[in-house]
């Protein structure tokens, strides 16, 4: 089995529906992170949790919220979708607090917005 | 803040022949780098990553990168490619002062494609 797992991998949705990502981990780690790309312009980071209590702001938060209901589940919410916020949304976790720690990815999930 | 420069978009090699995929990063606090690998309709993998001590840095696949403080570049390398290794390739930059620059910081990505 998977050590991260997203869903749904693929959705399409309506502009204002609002809709949700989940991530799952096994792995144990106590970091995890919501990373949308776009063709042309990498990863680039929405959300950060590194503990249940500890949630902060990525470079693109905007029109973005995330839950962590525990260690292992990190949940993204785009509250009213929009066709810019169409993409390949990832997830990955890490481990470790003297930073240089590999991340690990999920699957992604891919969203379509029409 | 940190923030990474992928030079090319887009490189095509035939099987066999060395590759160079480049990388420059710019940071006003010391550096950890990496290099990760995104195959067709997967997530990311970590291929090398560069954290202290020797700057050349070997990885899976046969990879290896080379940090170099004075140019700012952490360029990827393998002396004979495959057809397998045909993928997306990011360079990434964190902090190693802690805190916020824990963040990983990704270019826009490389696309190696091997052609037979």
């Known amino acids: 089995d998977a050590d991260v797992t997203q869903t749904p991998r693929n959705r399409i949705t309506k502009t204002g529906k609002r809709i949700m990502l989940e991530c799952s981990q096994t792995?144990?780690?106590?970091?995890m992170y919501w990373y949308r790309q776009d063709p042309g312009l990498g990863l680039r980071l929405i959300y950060y949790?590194?503990?249940?209590?500890?949630?902060n702001k990525g470079e693109i938060s905007d029109g973005y919220s995330v839950s962590r209901q525990a260690q292992a589940k990190f949940s993204l919410s785009l509250e009213s979708a929009i066709p810019n916020q169409t993409a390949l949304y990832f997830c990955?976790?890490?481990?470790?607090?003297?930073?240089?720690?590999?991340?690990?990815f999920g699957p992604g999930t891919r969203l379509l917005v029409l | 803040a940190q923030s990474v420069t992928q030079l090319d978009s887009q490189v095509p090699v035939f099987e066999e022949a060395p590759v160079e995929l480049r990388c420059n990063y710019s940071?006003?606090?010391?550096?950890?780098l990496f290099w990760y690998v995104q195959y067709p309709n997967q997530g990311l993998q970590l291929l090398l990553k560069?954290?202290?001590?020797?700057?050349l840095v070997k990885g899976i696949n046969g990879f290896e990168a080379e940090f170099n403080k004075s140019q700012t570049s952490f360029h990827l390398r393998k002396p004979s490619v495959h057809i397998s290794d045909t993928a997306e390739y990011f360079c990434?930059?964190?902090?190693?002062?802690?805190?916020?620059?824990?963040?990983?910081?990704f270019g826009k990505g490389t696309l190696l494609t091997v052609n037979p």
């Open positions: 560069y954290l202290s001590g020797s700057t």
């Open positions: 949790s590194f503990d249940v209590k500890d949630i």
């Open positions: 990434a930059v964190s902090g190693a002062g802690g805190g916020s620059n824990y963040k990983l910081t």
């Open positions: 940071s006003s606090v010391s550096v950890y």
């Open positions: 792995k144990g780690h106590d970091r």
């Open positions: 990955a976790t890490s481990a470790g607090v003297a930073g240089g720690e590999t991340q690990y």
